[in-house]
């Protein structure tokens, strides 16, 4: 069967997996479980977020580079206390040949072990600084939970920009800078809303000094997803890797101190096209925001049959093609369906399932009247549009597709935040698929507690027969940067029953991937 057969709010998970498969976004890796083929629909989305990002890190006079891909035991030995929970994730290649090697290397899972020796060696004054990196490139984190395409993967696509600064305030204005790239990302190309906001201590990059992140909502679960993460790394790793200045301004006669730089890491992964997919996607199969979509306008031929005359059929073709042109020279990628031997109604299935964001049909009783007709993928909704208005119309409809898609997935993200002052209202809200913003002292013991209380044992489900999983527990996933009224310093305490201490502010919890 071509088309889609699982129902998205029947079984989520298994819709997911049909779609990215007939949409031909992703081809299982068969040979080796937890890698992924991205095909041609999934690299035009992932090159078009990249011109996007790399376009505006460039203004910031971010420059690109490329480092090697292993990284070795010694350098990884440096940052070995916030690698040891790391380590069952690194894959290492122990042979070459038939031949071990004398000292096995891993594959870089990410790549400040292989970067920063080299940015000790490069930075030796204040005037090297800023240095600010980036690559674009693969990494390998031999995942042992169950991978799903684009969410978590052993191999996936991503860019890591590493920077240097001298002082703290240096490097935390491009850490915000950074983020509000990647809210724009999700929120201007993929239609995605995101929350914006830091980590708390036990859900941020351990090796780091904070995490701030943009959160992702899944309606269809009610789950939150980390979007992408920018970390202000502090002088934790200038200290492990001895990255130092001399001090440009030593105050008094004190002679020039060494300073240690502030730095940031930050990347944003192909995980950001699964999100888009789950969110917009239906029961007909991908629903592509016309900004990333390839082919933005597909032209189907309607009313031509096999006893239509030759010429008029031939003229009928030449006018689809003056409307190609027309359309493509008003910026639309556009392109039409004239393959013999598909119905019409086969051709809207196949690029509906697609996920094709708009479909002009064209016929016989449409050229009379000069119009054609039109459907959108999102809505479903039909009417036609003079071809006299085609380069100004189309281009409207699809900026309007583009935001309709964004302000109802901002709708849903923003109805299924519910800000909660009573403990016993949390799993009730949840289970209907919220994410919760509750009253918080955020301390990493609180988190692990509240994870405990929020995790559904056996005894509440149903007889054995209905065994079903225990509801996983809520998990930290931001601080919101936005920051609701009601919390009084001092007087709010921490929402955890079992939990004595105030509240220091609202935090963002839920189920989560
Ligand atoms: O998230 C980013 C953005 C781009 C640059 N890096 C940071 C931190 C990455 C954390 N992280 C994430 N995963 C890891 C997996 C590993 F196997 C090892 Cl050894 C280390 C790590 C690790 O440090
Ligand atoms: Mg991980």
């Known amino acids: 069967i071509i088309g889609m057969t699982v129902s998205k709010t029947e079984n989520f998970p298994a819709w997911y997996q049909e779609v990215v498969l007939k949409a031909e976004m992703i081809e299982y890796y068969t040979e080796i479980s937890g890698f992924f083929i991205l095909r041609p629909a999934s690299m035009f989305i992932w090159n078009t977020i990249r011109k996007w990002f790399q376009e505006r890190i460039e ?3 971010v420059e ?4 090697p891909m292993f990284l070795s035991s010694k350098s990884l030995e440096k940052e070995k206390d916030h690698v040891e929970g790391f380590a069952p994730e690194l894959a290492w290649v122990t042979k070459a040949g038939d031949k071990d090697l004398e000292v096995p290397v891993a594959v870089r899972p990410t790549s400040e072990a292989v970067m920063y020796p080299y940015y000790s060696k490069w930075i030796r004054s204040h005037r090297d600084l800023p240095l600010r990196l980036n690559q674009w ?3 390998v984190r031999w995942e042992a939970k169950q991978t799903t395409p684009f969410l978590r993967a052993r191999e996936f696509l991503w860019q890591e920009g590493h920077t240097a600064h001298l002082t ?5 204005e491009e850490v915000l800078q950074i983020l509000e790239l990647y809210a724009g990302v999700y929120e201007q190309l993929l239609a995605v809303p995101v929350v914006r906001g830091r980590k708390t201590e036990k859900e941020k990059f351990a090796g780091g000094y904070y995490t701030t992140t943009v959160e992702g909502y899944i309606p269809s679960n009610g789950r939150g997803i980390q979007g992408a993460t920018s970390h202000c ?35 944003l992964s192909t995980r950001v096209i699964g999100v888009m997919v789950m969110i917009h996607g239906d029961d007909k199969g991908l629903v592509l925001p016309p900004r990333i979509s390839k082919i933005q306008v597909i032209m189907i031929p309607v009313g031509i049959t096999k006893s239509t005359a030759p010429e008029d059929k031939a003229r009928h073709y030449d006018q689809l093609e003056e409307i190609k042109r027309t359309l493509k020279s008003a910026g639309v990628r556009t392109d039409y369906d004239i393959r013999d031997g598909y119905t019409p109604a086969w051709k809207f299935n196949d690029w509906e399932l697609k996920g094709v964001p ?7 009783k449409d050229a009379a009247k000069s119009v054609v007709s039109f459907a959108r993928r999102d809505t479903g909704e039909k009417g036609t549009i003079a071809i006299s208005e085609l380069s100004t119309e189309v281009p409207k409809l699809l900026e309007t597709i583009q935001s309709d898609l964004y302000n109802k997935a901002e709708a849903s993200f923003r109805s299924h935040r519910i800000e909660i002052t009573e403990w016993e209202k949390v799993i009730p809200a949840l289970d209907v698929k919220n994410v919760v913003l509750i009253p918080h002292c955020l301390k990493e013991k609180c988190e692990d507690k509240i994870k405990d209380l929020t995790t559904g044992n056996q005894e509440e489900t149903e007889g054995p027969e209905q065994m079903k999983a225990p509801s996983m527990g809520m998990k930290s996933l931001c601080i919101p940067f936005d920051q609701p009224a009601g919390i009084v310093k001092g007087e709010t305490k921490c929402l955890n029953p ?3 201490a105030l509240a220091e502010s609202w935090c963002m919890f839920g189920r989560s991937y």
Not at 238 to 262: L, N, Q
Not at 358 to 364: F, K, S, T
Request: aromatic share 10%; with cysteine; net charge negative.
């Open 59 to 61: 203004a910031m006079d």
């Open 64 to 67: 690109e580079a490329s480092f």
């Open 137 to 139: 490139n693969s990494v």
């Open 168 to 172: 703290e305030e240096l490097a935390g």
């Open 233 to 267: 790394l502090g002088q934790n790793f200038s200290k492990m890797f001895d990255i130092t200045v001399e001090d440009p301004h030593p105050k008094g006669d004190e002679k020039a101190k060494h300073i240690h730089v502030w730095q940031n890491s930050w990347g």
């Open 358 to 364: 708009l479909r002009l049909e064209y016929g016989p």
């Open 498 to 500: 079992e939990c004595e």
